[in-house]
């Protein structure tokens, strides 16, 4: 069981280049999320899905596309890179949505937009 | 988002049991209480989560006051490998995917 796992772990990006962050789940969790995590601002919400074929938009989701075309997998596009996006971005994961849900975790992309 | 409050760091030597507190006096009444660590470079793990009564799980013990405004996270025996950033977060039905971790409680652990 590998859990949550993200790829890649670290990525250097210039301004107005794009990328996919992947995000992969094997244990077959209905929501599937994306934060980023900056200093002094803890997890954010970018996107979050209830179910593969449905996604819809957390707290701060421009700049940001997602699918969910498998209940597996969850990639995170940056459609045209900007400085304000450099973060750490973490996946997570649960089993299905409420407040007593224990999270899992990927280990995170750290992302440098220069 | 509901606030906590906690230490920003504590010590302890390996192998002693260290109490993690966390103040929440705006807690409601259907919040569940989690504990979730981050070690350097790495994703948030979860710990433990509860509602009203005290639990126990393989990892650590949380013991809720009556009133449930703050909580006790227990590591019964440390280890070098609890060293990490300790947070406490309400979740509540409306924003169960809200994570507010704040700036935690940085444990240290002494060999």
Redesign the interface.
Known sequence: NAGVTQTPKFQVLKTGQSMTLQCAQDMNHEYMSWYRQDPGMGLRLIHYSVGAGITDQGEVPNGYNVSRSTTEDFPLRLLSAAPSQTSVYFCASTLRGGADTEAFFGQGTRLTVV | DAKTTQPNSMESNEEEPVHLPCNHSTISG???IHW?RQLP??????VI?G?TSNVNNRMASLAIAEDRKSSTLILHRATLRDAAVYYCIL???NN????????GTKLNVKP
Do not use: I, M
């Open positions: 259907t919040d569940y979730y470079s790495q994703g948030p793990e979860y989560h509602l979740r509540d039905w169960f995917n809200k994570f507010y971790f704040g700036s």
